[in-house]
């Protein structure tokens, strides 16, 4: 079975500094990748998604991430950090052509001024 | 594009009545639609998935008879909480999956956040 491991609960950056959420999955076959941010209250937003083709994937709000097969990891990042960021990441994958998804447990992402 | 709604957005209600949440895809058709349970500062837990026309499939330990699932057409799926207890209260997102060239995207909608007194 799939899984997805968010290994930091809670993450605070200063506004400006540049930011890397890790994400780790466990799946036998190739694996469809997604990063989703959450606002308190609030649905989910997807930031970008991964299938195939250049492992480094370009996704809204300046968000990217990286598909590294050998360590099974889809790390988001960006450069610079906007107070606006704050908010819950989740990491995903899907299966049946990414139809259905695996969420990991979220990262808390606060901003300090 | 993709924009997907719920309804409503905020729903209290009295122990043993009945409660409807709708989840529409405005700007697209979803064969396929899922029901999600968040409890405060946890992930997404699959509630079931709706495909349009036939019965849902519900996960392991999701009650059926509780939580009933239609998905009328290619634009609206709905969950009604049956017989409503406190520990029903929770917040419920619904998403509705597009295919776009070889892969399906879930898009969510905003979540219902329902309390039962």
């Known amino acids: 079975a799939q899984s997805v491991t968010q290994p930091d609960i809670h993450i605070t950056v200063s506004e400006g500094a540049s930011l890397e959420l890790r994400c780790n999955y466990s799946?036998?076959?190739?694996?469809?990748l997604f990063w989703y941010v959450q606002s308190p209250g609030q649905g989910l937003q997807l930031l970008l998604k991964y299938f195939s083709g250049d492992t480094l994937v370009q996704g809204i709000k300046g968000f990217e991430a990286e598909f590294k097969r050998s360590q099974s990891s889809f790390n988001l990042r960006k450069p610079s950090v906007h107070w606006s960021d704050a908010a819950e990441y989740f990491c995903a994958v899907g299966t049946n052509a990414g139809n259905m998804l695996t969420f990991g447990g979220g990262t808390r992402l606060m901003v300090k001024p | 594009g993709a924009v997907v709604s719920q309804h409503p957005s905020w729903v209290i209600c009295k122990s043993g009545t009945s409660v409807k949440i709708e989840c529409r895809s405005l700007?697209?058709?979803?064969?396929?639609m899922f029901w999600y349970r968040q409890f405060p500062k946890q992930s997404l837990m699959l509630m079931a998935t709706s495909n349009e026309g036939s019965k849902a499939t519900y996960e392991q330990g999701v009650e059926k008879d509780k939580f009933l699932i239609n998905h009328a057409s290619l634009t609206l799926s709905t969950l009604t909480v049956t017989s409503a207890h406190p520990e029903d209260s929770s917040f419920y997102i619904c998403?509705?999956?597009?295919?776009?060239?070889?892969?399906?995207?879930?898009?969510f909608g905003p979540g219902t956040r329902l309390t039962v007194l």
């Open positions: 799946y036998g076959a190739t694996p469809y």
């Open positions: 998403s509705a999956s597009l295919r776009d060239t070889i892969t399906d995207t879930q898009y």
């Open positions: 700007d697209f058709q979803a064969t396929t």
